[in-house]
C-alpha cells in the first residue's frame, strides 16, 4: 500500500525557516517524480515544488522560488522541502504527492502538515 | 500563467441526480486536465486524468470530457459519498495551477 507521511509542521515567525519531510513507502520511491501541494485554510490548491526521479530537476512557482527548496533521499525514500524567508501567506497545510507516471498528475497524497506562519 | 476557471462554485444534488463541474482554461491546454475530489478534512483523490481517463478504483459514474479550453466532469446518479470539493488542475505547462473549486452538497 502506497504511504506518504508528512512531519515537521508547526509555528513559524515570518522570516523564519522550517523544513518538512515526508516518508515514502509501498512503491520504489526512486522511479517517481515527487511533488509539494499547499492549501491555504478554507482555500484552494497550490502547486509548490516538484523534483525529478534523480533530483537533479526542480521546478517552482514564482511565489516560492529562490524561497523554497525541495529535495529527496532516494536511499531512505524521503522527500524534503526547505523553506526559508516564511510569509503569513505561506501559512497553509502542505501535502507530500506522487506524481503518475503520466506528467504532472498526482495519484497519492499525504495527509498533509500544517505550517503557520505568524508572530 | 495558465488560470483555471470552475464553475459553478456550489452546487445542491439529490441523490441520484446527475451533474456536470465545468472548467474553463485561459490557455490552451491541450487536454492535460485532471480531476480531483477532497472530502472535508481529507486529502485530495485523483478522480480523472488526461481530460477522460478514469483513475484505478474509481467508480465509473464519474466521467470527463472537454478539449481545447472547455473541460466538464460529470457525475451520473450521485451518491453520498460524493459530497465534496472537486478541483480541476491543468497538468500542460508550468506553473500547473488548480481551478478554485467546485462545492458539491448532497441533499
Known amino acids: 500500500e502506497v504511504q506518504l507521511v508528512e512531519s515537521g509542521g508547526g509555528l513559524v515567525q515570518p522570516g523564519r525557516s522550517l523544513k518538512l519531510s515526508c516518508a515514502a513507502s509501498?512503491?520504489?520511491?526512486?522511479?517517481?517524480?515527487m511533488a509539494w501541494v499547499r492549501q491555504a485554510p478554507k482555500k484552494g490548491l497550490e502547486w509548490v515544488a516538484t523534483i525529478s526521479t534523480s533530483g537533479t530537476t526542480t521546478y517552482y512557482p514564482d511565489s516560492v522560488r529562490g524561497r523554497f527548496t525541495i529535495s529527496r533521499d532516494n536511499a531512505n525514500s524521503s522527500l524534503y522541502l526547505q523553506m526559508n524567508s516564511l510569509k503569513s501567506e505561506d501559512t497553509a497545510t502542505y501535502y507530500c504527492?506522487?506524481?503518475?507516471?503520466?506528467?504532472?498528475?498526482?495519484?497519492?497524497w499525504g495527509q498533509g502538515v500544517m505550517v503557520t506562519v505568524s508572530s | 500563467d495558465i488560470q483555471m476557471t470552475q464553475s459553478p462554485a456550489s452546487l445542491s444534488a439529490s441523490l441520484g441526480d446527475t451533474v456536470s463541474l465545468e472548467c474553463l482554461a485561459d490557455g490552451a491546454i491541450s487536454t492535460y486536465l485532471m480531476w480531483y475530489q477532497q472530502k472535508p478534512g481529507r486529502s485530495p483523490q485523483l478522480l480523472i486524468f488526461g481530460t477522460s481517463n478514469l483513475q484505478d478504483g474509481v467508480p465509473s459514474r464519474f466521467s470527463g470530457s472537454g478539449s481545447g479550453t472547455q473541460y466538464s466532469l460529470r457525475i451520473s446518479g450521485v451518491q453520498p459519498e460524493d459530497e465534496g470539493v472537486y478541483f480541476c488542475?491543468?497538468?500542460?505547462?508550468?506553473?500547473?495551477?488548480f481551478g478554485s473549486g467546485t462545492k458539491l452538497e448532497i441533499k
Open positions: 509501498g512503491f520504489t520511491f526512486s522511479n517517481y517524480y
Open positions: 504527492a506522487r506524481r503518475k507516471t503520466v506528467a504532472a498528475v498526482w495519484d497519492y
Open positions: 488542475q491543468q497538468g500542460y505547462k508550468y506553473p500547473l495551477t
